[in-house]
C-alpha cells in the first residue's frame, strides 16, 4: 500500500529526491514518516509530518539538509535530500500512522529503497 522510489547512488554533496506514493490509505488522515536502515545498524527516524502536513519533524541528523513535503492530491509523500554525506548510506522506508502523530510503531510500511552514498 506504501510503494517507495527514488532511491539510487550519488557521490557526497549530491542530491536525491525519494518519492512514496499511497494506494488503499489517504495521506491526509495519517501522519507520515521516513525511516532508514543503515548496513549493520538498527532502523532510525529521519523525518515525518503530522496528517495536514504542516508540521515537520527531523532527526537532527538530518535537519537543515532533508525536506519532507507531501501532495495530498497525488497522496504521495517526498523526501528531499540535498547535501548527502557517507553516513546517509542506508535502505530508506516509508511509513504511515492513522492519526496527527507519528511513532516508532507506524501502523504501514512501504518497501525500501536504497540509497549509497559515496566520498
Known amino acids: 500500500q506504501l510503494q517507495a522510489s527514488g532511491g539510487g547512488s550519488v557521490q557526497a554533496g549530491g542530491s536525491l529526491r525519494l518519492s512514496c506514493i499511497a494506494s488503499g490509505l489517504t495521506f491526509r488522515l495519517h501522519a507520515t514518516g521516513w525511516f532508514r536502515q543503515p548496513p549493520g545498524k538498527d532502523r532510525e527516524f529521519v523525518a515525518a509530518?503530522?496528517?495536514?502536513?504542516?508540521?515537520?519533524d527531523y532527526s537532527s541528523s538530518v535537519k537543515g539538509r532533508f525536506t519532507i513535503s507531501r501532495d495530498g492530491a497525488k497522496n504521495t509523500m517526498y523526501l528531499q535530500m540535498n547535501s548527502l554525506k557517507v553516513e546517509d548510506t542506508a535502505v530508506y522506508y516509508c511509513a504511515a500512522r492513522y492519526g496527527n502523530r507519528w511513532s516508532a510503531s507506524m501502523d504501514y510500511w512501504g518497501n525500501g529503497t536504497q540509497v549509497t552514498v559515496s566520498s
Open positions: 509530518i503530522n496528517r495536514s502536513g504542516t508540521r515537520p
